[in-house]
């Protein structure tokens, strides 16, 4: 599966932004797809992540609340809708997916088998 993520870009603390991860290739029906990110000199954190065939969605403590994950099923596409943005916010986030994730793994990165390019967010004070 090939993912093609977007919607990066600058915004103020306290905005919102809209990521997009199309995905192509092969049917994602069995698949999670999900987000995570890295800021400069940190390791990469599990951000988000949703099962396509069911729509489940599981979040890191830090986006509950403030982030949505979403997908449209006619467009293979999963969204990060993101809100209330804050500076720690700044990094660059990448689109992943797995077709043999469970449940215990989904915020292991080593788990995912096929990743998109980062997009920058870059959240100013």
């Known amino acids: 599966v090939q993912l093609q993520a977007s919607g990066g870009g600058l915004v103020q603390a306290g905005g919102s932004l809209r990521l997009s991860c199309a995905a192509s290739?092969?049917?994602?029906?069995?698949?999670?797809l999900g987000w995570f990110r890295q800021a400069p000199g940190k390791e990469r954190e599990f951000v988000a992540v949703?099962?396509?065939?069911?729509?489940?969605?599981y979040y890191a403590d830090f986006a509950e609340g403030r982030f949505t994950i979403a997908k449209d099923n006619a467009k293979n596409t999963v969204y990060l809708q993101m809100s209330s943005l804050k500076p720690e916010d700044t990094a660059v986030y990448s689109c992943?997916?797995?077709?043999?994730?469970?449940?215990?793994?989904?915020?292991?990165?080593?788990?995912?088998?096929?990743w998109g390019q980062g997009t920058l967010v870059t959240v100013s004070s």
């Open positions: 290739g092969v049917s994602i029906r069995s698949y999670y």
């Open positions: 992943a997916g797995s077709s043999t994730l469970i449940l215990s793994s989904i915020r292991n990165p080593r788990h995912y088998n096929y």
């Open positions: 949703i099962r396509w065939s069911s729509g489940s969605t």
